[in-house]
């Protein structure tokens, strides 16, 4: 639908419309500019009628977009929301580029013909989108039946599941969670437990629970079993369940809330029940249920079984051994279920040998998941079974899930839940399909990409916008519509993908969306001239990029690496001028086009690993509303002077790696800054700059900063170094790297203002008073919980002053890394209760560390140790054994590996995992 189009088009109109901005604009304009002063108010006007237009679309049933008269219309509707965007976007930078103290321009609004005629076209444009719209408004009235009785379907989403697999031959790869939810309930349990059953859409959360609920029904003195899904009503179900209950009872169809609230607790008072809602989108749905169904307080062992799609209605369990995922099956039972689909009319149900290599290329197409398979399998039963067919449906499987009936029917229980999405999320999950299949998306990147494109929105002073777009990613996760991966050091998303199936959804949905388009290169395939987003995942020297003309293009996202980017960079930076997201990362370019400067909307420009780009062109300095710039790993290594006008740089990354190892001391470089670098206000990454006199001591103005790297400190840059850092606020990640091994770091009165401080790099010699200073106090400090400290060429300290024992009164440190600390021979001591929270520890490059001791009650929650490169090791580390939390044990130049399974052996427990 057109819903997307009207999202982006309206969260652009409350950007030109907010703040002190219209204020003035509208004070200062003439009389003689009419049509300049009706600005504001006409943009109003276009944003209720946008606004009204998605309230009629959300409402639609998908039954209606069938039908042409509406799809023509919804293709009208989304043609002129994306008008209002480009032209919001337009009508923002000219007014905040003019406007000097929001008035001093205006003042002088004759001297800009220019600007005067640039805003009366923006102006005409505005009243000619709002007569189409009004147009169009006329137009639905007058050809489209009115939906205002229509109301959302109330079939579980997950019922074709359960059409599809009721018989337990059928539940392949499901045994071990399905005795765990039968245990759960045969369980003594007395009291009133609640079991959550969590899984993406189509994964046959509702078939497995089926399967147990129909084997288990006969134990319980009442069972039902309700489908909540989207179209949740408190009232029909309370009265439904009454009904099931005792048929007889009367009279309870006036009954408001509250009574019928009442009347359940009266007739469940006496009985073991089991009760399973099914497809739950939002705890506060169970928790207006669970109010009603509280009648059994006789401690009669009854059950409430939620499944759900959603990880914050997963929490409402009773607790964690009642709270059961259910993953995507492996390749095997996947391939099994697929085989008694596809094969039914056969007694043994096999796969003939000549065809299972296509079809277990067919089922890894489907994920895991079973509605896939299942749909899969029986679609192909009905097919000729030779080679020469499916390899065809193979080839073509894209189509065959949008095109044929039995299939669709999957991508339907998928999109229940893009349908279920908040306005907010539904354009940053379609953003998420513009990386390649499989890709290892990164939270940084992604949230940094929706802030360019304006899909994030302000929620408060007290919330910046990056942390809003990882609250945002936070929920795509819960709610199942991303895979979680991996996580940071901190419990923070750091890695996800995208489900293929998932994926194709929304590449599906962008398509019809006109959001984005995916480009893998070949004659037979086009670039539309009005595509809004672009990922070009593969190009041929063949293919025709010079003629492209894209003037509606907002982001540009390249990911092969081999393609000639010249002619398509020109060509973009000329003719696309709304472009938001340029990333062009691992791209073969040397120079950027002056022409970049044009771009009056950039807010993200991503050259990564563009190792031949040496420098930025001056017109850098003209994209005024640029956010994120990626340098990382080019060989940039000075800033020019203008980019001191980029006053809304948030992110700026400009590594030059030279070891990844981190073995050498030199292993990175930063750039040089100019000397005003402090006008940059916004900033908070700075990834990395070199240290001059200069920079240090007007650090604090850069407020805004959490995440700093200094390369190139030296002892004279110290003392105003840790004054600067003592007014920083919000820093969260500080790295600090001397200019060689040799330079002395005299950090003995390093105290950060940031109660946010999380981690901390040191690279370099430290002074004796480092681990005096209030930063590594114990009792101050209770923020720290990473700490990497390498070449600091320490001596054995008196014992107040011991790096062990200091950094073990830390009391939320998780992850410790030492390398290259220690010179001369050294005996390190873990203290007894130190490191309560520590989970992984690196000890390496410190080869006169001659032992090694755990006193007991240390690192009760180490998961990960490494020890690498400590050849003098004298045995296996003492203690070592009572490390009960240990899972890992790294062990490299390291001649005790035997040694330590000999200890572990004697204790009886399990022995870690030991890499060596």
């Given amino acids: 639908m057109a819903e997307v189009a009207i999202i982006a088009a309206v969260q652009k109109i409350g950007v030109a419309l907010g703040g002190q901005m219209v204020k003035e604009l509208s004070s200062l304009l003439s009389e003689e500019l009419a049509l300049l002063a009706e600005l504001p108010s006409r943009i109003s006007r276009i944003e209720i009628e946008l606004q009204m237009m998605q309230g009629f679309l959300s409402q639609l049933d998908m039954s209606k977009l069938k ?20 032209i919001m976007d337009e009508y923002v930078s000219v007014v905040s580029q003019q406007v000097s103290g929001l008035g001093g321009y205006w003042k002088k609004i004759g001297k800009g013909p220019q600007t005067l005629v640039a805003l009366h076209g923006i102006a005409a444009q505005l009243k000619e989108i709002e007569a189409n719209l009004a147009h169009l408004s006329q137009m639905k009235d007058r050809w489209i039946q009115s939906t205002s009785d229509d109301r959302p379907g109330s079939i579980s989403s997950d019922a074709s599941e359960s059409q599809l697999f009721y018989e337990e031959e059928e539940l392949v790869g ?30 046959g959360k509702t078939a497995l629970v089926n399967n147990v609920y129909q084997a288990k029904k006969l134990e319980f003195d009442f ?47 006496d009985k073991k029940f089991l009760i399973v809602l ?41 607790d964690d051994r009642y709270r059961l995922t259910i993953e995507p099956l492996g390749a095997d039972p996947a391939f099994l279920l697929f085989c008694r689909k596809a ?30 398979i299942a749909s899969m399998g029986l679609f192909l039963s009905s097919k000729e079974q030779t080679v020469p067919e499916w390899t065809q449906i193979s080839k073509q499987l894209d189509w065959e899930w949008d095109n044929n009936p039995s299939l669709t029917r999957t991508k339907c229980v998928l999109n229940i839940s893009y349908k279920a999405l ?94 984005h388009q995916v480009y893998t290169g070949g004659e037979n395939v086009r670039i539309y001239h009005d595509a809004r987003r672009l990922s070009l995942l593969s190009c041929s020297d063949t293919d025709d990029k010079s003629g492209i003309d894209l003037p509606r293009l907002r982001s540009l996202i390249a990911f092969d690496t081999k393609m000639p980017p010249s002619l398509l960079l020109s060509s973009v930076s000329s003719k696309s001028r709304y472009l938001a997201v340029l990333d062009l990362t691992g791209l073969p370019i040397e120079t950027l086009p002056d022409s970049i400067g044009d771009l009056f909307n950039l807010r993200y420009l991503g050259l990564r690993c563009c190792s031949n780009v040496k420098s930025l062109p001056k017109s850098i300095g003209k994209l005024s509303y640029l956010q994120t710039l990626d340098l990382f790993g080019t060989g940039i290594r000075k800033l020019p002077a203008c980019i001191v006008k980029c006053n809304k740089l948030r992110h700026l990354y400009a590594i030059q ?169 050294q005996d390190l001591q873990f203290p007894a209760g130190g490191f309560a929270l520590l989970e992984c520890l690196t000890l390496r490059t410190m080869p006169k560390i001659a032992q090694l001791r755990i006193e007991g009650g240390a690192m009760t929650s180490l998961k990960r140790l ?38 572990f052996a004697g204790t009886g427990r399990t022995i870690p995992r030991i890499y060596s």
């Fill in 657 to 825: 790696e030279i070891d990844t190892s981190w073995e050498l001391f030199i292993h990175g470089l930063g750039v040089e800054a100019p000397g005003d670098v402090w006008k940059l206000k916004d900033l908070q990454t700075f990834e990395a700059v070199e240290a001059n006199g200069e920079l240090v001591g007007k650090l604090a103005r850069l407020s805004q900063l959490r995440t700093l790297w200094i390369y190139k400190l030296q002892r004279t840059h110290c003392a105003k170094l840790c004054e600067s850092l003592s007014q920083m606020n919000l820093l969260s990640y500080l790295f600090l790297f001397a200019r060689d091994e040799h330079e002395i770091l005299e950090l003995d009165n390093l105290n950060i203002a940031s109660p946010t401080l999380h981690r901390l790099v040191l690279k370099g010699r430290l002074s004796n008073g480092t681990f005096n200073s209030p930063l590594f106090n114990g009792q101050n400090n209770r923020t720290l919980q990473y700490i990497n400290l390498s070449w600091c060429q320490l001596t054995q300290l008196e014992e107040n002053q011991d790096l062990i024992r200091v950094l073990s009164k830390l009391p939320n440190l998780k992850e410790l890394i030492l390398q290259n600390v220690y010179v001369g021979e």
């Fill in 223 to 269: 069972v039902s079993w309700v489908s909540v899904s989207q179209s949740y009503r408190f009232d029909k179900i309370i009265r439904d369940l009454i009904r099931d209950i005792n048929k007889n009872v009367q009279n309870h169809d006036e009954m408001d809330d509250i009574a019928l609230t009442r009347r359940m607790r009266e007739l469940l008072s």
């Fill in 343 to 372: 094969f039914w009319k056969t007694e043994s149900r096999e796969c003939p040998s000549e065809l299972e290599e296509c079809a277990r290329a067919i089922v890894a197409e489907c994920e895991g998941l079973p509605l896939a």
């Fill in 866 to 903: 490494e020890l690498d490169g400590l050849q003098g090791l004298q045995g296996s580390p003492a203690g070592i054994e009572s490390l009960q939390s240990l899972k890992e044990l790294h062990l490299y130049d390291v001649n005790c590996c035997e040694e330590i399974r000999r200890r």
């Fill in 422 to 515: 908040p306005r907010y999320l539904k354009n940053c999950f379609l953003y998420c399909s513009i990386f390649p299949e499989d890709y290892l998306l990164s939270r940084k990147k992604l949230t940094r990409l929706w802030i360019a494109e304006g899909l994030v929105e302000e929620r408060g002073p007290n919330k910046t916008l990056e942390e809003v777009a990882e609250s945002y990613l936070k929920e795509l996760v819960g709610r199942s519509m991303l895979q979680l991966v991996k996580k940071n050091h901190f419990g923070r998303v750091k890695k996800f993908r995208m489900h293929d199936l998932v994926r194709d959804l929304a590449i599906s949905l962008s398509r019809k969306e006109c959001f």
């Fill in 67 to 86: 039908n042409p008269a509406h799809e023509a219309w919804i293709r009208h509707v989304r043609k002129q929301a994306y008008t209002v965007e480009d």
């Fill in 278 to 318: 099914d497809d739950v989108w939002a705890p506060a749905e169970f928790l207006h249920l669970l109010n009603a169904l509280r009648g059994n307080n006789r401690g009669l062992g009854s059950r409430i079984i939620i499944t759900s799609r959603i990880d914050d209605v997963a929490q409402l369990a009773t």
């Fill in 174 to 203: 499901t045994e071990e969670i399905r005795r765990a939810l039968s245990d759960l309930l045969d369980s003594s349990e007395p009291h009133l437990s609640v079991i959550t059953v969590r899984g993406i859409g189509g994964v």
